[in-house]
């Protein structure tokens, strides 16, 4: 099949939402330290721009990407999509 048929057959999908999920880093912390969390506090993350952080769509890994900091926020450019981890 080709790219052109192959987008012909999906393009009425073309609006369906999907999740994005861009997971930065995990922290772990004891109920004590929860408990002590409030508007303010902040979470010290281990990754810094330029790491690379996975790619998933609908829970399902699709690719990696590296961080980033783009106008004062933090993004994640695309490196590599493909269905292999």
């Known amino acids: 099949m080709t ?3 192959r987008d012909r057959e999906i393009a009425h999908l073309s609006d ?6 861009i997971e930065l880093d995990r ?3 004891t109920i004590q ?3 002590q969390l409030a508007a303010g506090s ?3 993350l281990n990754k810094a721009a330029g790491e690379p952080v996975e790619i998933r769509i609908g829970g399902t890994y699709v690719g990696v990407g590296e961080i980033i900091a ?3 926020n933090a993004g994640v450019r695309i490196s590599d999509l493909s269905a292999e981890q």
């Open 33 to 35: 330290d929860v408990l």
């Open 16 to 21: 369906v939402p999907l999740e994005v999920e």
């Open 70 to 72: 783009f106008n004062d």
């Open 42 to 44: 902040i979470l010290t």
């Open 27 to 29: 922290y772990t912390a």
């Open 3 to 5: 790219a052109i048929n």
